[in-house]
T-cell receptor, first 115, second 113 residues
């Protein structure tokens, strides 16, 4: 069964802390994505990666960075967490084939609270 | 930013009722997708539409790709409690030389037994 695993279901951090959100997929997908989900705003793309060591900014990259050192792992980094980054974070992956690219497989999400 | 307008934002219905929701855009899409997010989980793809005018069913779900390629509809017949969740429309959009999937803001469905 295909799987996208996010390391934490819930996280509570303090303002100014450096936060790492980890995501691992076991489907050998080339593409990986980080979204944040807020009530009334839907899913907004933060960063994505189409290959190892490659990254591209999404729609709301400010305050975030990412790392993709291995194909199966895509990390989201909050350099200095702020309260407005309290949100549900969703990781997703997909094949690189343009036909299959539309089918994203999502993890269960990490609910991050920044106090 | 957001390119898809999804409505309604939320729906409260009785078990057994039919449900309709839609998604519109000012841009033309070559693919329309519908995802469902169960409470506490990530979204899962329900239906994919690839051709204008296409009507596709998946059990009690039926989705249509609008003729203008700027809209799509999702219908759920005879709703049951497990239909509860957030339904998202999505479509691939080419921006800055790469293709990204853009999502609507979702329709939150509540089904009363």
């Amino acid at each position: 069964d295909v799987k996208v695993t996010q390391s934490s279901r819930y996280l509570v951090k303090r303002t100014g802390e450096k936060v790492f959100l980890e995501c691992v997929q076991d489907m050998d997908h080339e593409n990986m994505f980080w979204y944040r989900q807020d009530p009334g705003l839907g899913l907004r793309l933060i960063y994505f990666s189409y290959d190892v060591k490659m990254k591209e900014k999404g729609d709301i990259p400010e305050g975030y960075s990412v790392s993709r050192e291995k194909k199966e792992r895509f990390s989201l980094i909050l350099e200095s967490a702020s309260t407005n980054q309290t949100s549900m974070y969703l990781c997703a992956s997909s094949f690189s084939d343009s036909y299959k690219n539309e089918k994203l497989f999502f993890g269960s999400g990490t609910q991050l609270s920044v106090l | 930013g957001q390119q898809l307008n999804q409505s309604p934002q939320s729906m409260f219905i009785q078990e057994g009722e039919d449900v309709s929701m839609n998604c519109t855009s000012s841009s033309i899409f070559n693919t329309w997708l519908w995802y469902k997010q169960d409470p506490g989980e990530g979204p899962v793809l329900l239906i994919a539409l690839y051709k204008a005018g296409e009507l596709t069913s998946n059990g009690r779900l039926t989705a249509q790709f609008g003729i203008t390629r700027k809209d799509s509809f999702l219908n759920i017949s005879a709703s049951i409690p497990s239909d509860v969740g957030i339904y998202f429309c999505a479509g691939p959009l080419s921006q800055g030389g790469s293709e990204k999937l853009v999502f609507g803001k979702g329709t939150k469905l509540t089904v009363n037994p």
